[in-house]
T-cell receptor, first 113, second 116 residues
């Protein structure tokens, strides 16, 4: 069965610190991968996606993620976080062979000014 | 990208009653999805709604509890029936969105339901 696991439940960083949020998935076929962000009181927004090609993908607001197929991972990174990055981050996966968009448990990021 | 309007944005309901949530998209889409986000939890897919056919429900969700309508390619409703406090959640609709800069899945702003 398709599943997604995010390693960190809550991450607390100071401004300018580097960020890496882990995401691993389980699926036997080809996948499309997504990171979504949910700012406090707002709806889900797409940060970035991977479909094919260069495994290092760049998204909005300085975020990037690297797809490592051999590790079934799609970790989210940002070199220098800002207070405005405080939000909940969700990794999501869809299997191309009739799969569904499945979400990880989410990681709450708190950035201290 | 596609714009989704979801109504109501929030509601407080008595246990035993039902609430119908509406999802309107500004473009025609083949599939619409309904998710539930319980307090402090991630999103769980309830069902997939295709126009002209019965919705497909995920494990743990049944049509009697969450009936779905999909009368056309831009609209869907989800009803939460015979509600109990355990149904208190945010309910979101989503569509596969090939029109935006980011091909992905767009989500509505959600319906925050509290059952008392």
């Amino acid at each position: 069965a398709q599943s997604v696991s995010q390693h960190n439940h809550h991450v607390i960083l100071s401004e300018a610190a580097s960020l890496e949020l882990g995401c691993n998935y389980s699926y036997g076929g080809t996948v499309n991968l997504f990171w979504y962000v949910q700012y406090p009181g707002q709806h889900l927004q797409l940060l970035l996606k991977y479909f094919s090609g260069d495994p290092l993908v760049k998204g909005i607001k300085g975020f990037e993620a690297e797809f490592i197929k051999s590790k079934f991972s799609f970790n989210l990174r940002k070199p220098s976080v800002q207070w405005s990055d405080t939000a909940e981050y969700f990794c999501a996966v869809i299997g191309l062979e009739g799969g569904k968009l499945i979400f990880g448990q989410g990681t709450e990021l708190s950035v201290k000014p | 990208s596609a714009v989704i309007s979801q109504k109501p944005s929030r509601d407080i309901c008595q246990r035993g009653t039902s609430l119908t949530i509406q999802c309107q998209v500004d473009s025609q889409v083949t599939m619409m999805f309904w998710y539930r986000q319980q307090p402090g939890q991630s999103l769980t897919l309830i069902a997939t709604a295709n126009q002209g056919s019965e919705a497909t429900y995920e494990s743990g969700f049944v049509i009697d509890k969450f009936p779905i309508s999909r009368p056309n390619l831009t609209f869907s409703t989800l009803t939460v029936s015979n509600m109990s406090p355990e149904d208190s959640s945010i309910y979101l609709c989503s569509v596969e969105d090939p029109t935006g800069f980011f091909y992905g899945y767009t989500f509505g702003s959600g319906t925050r339901l509290t059952v008392v």
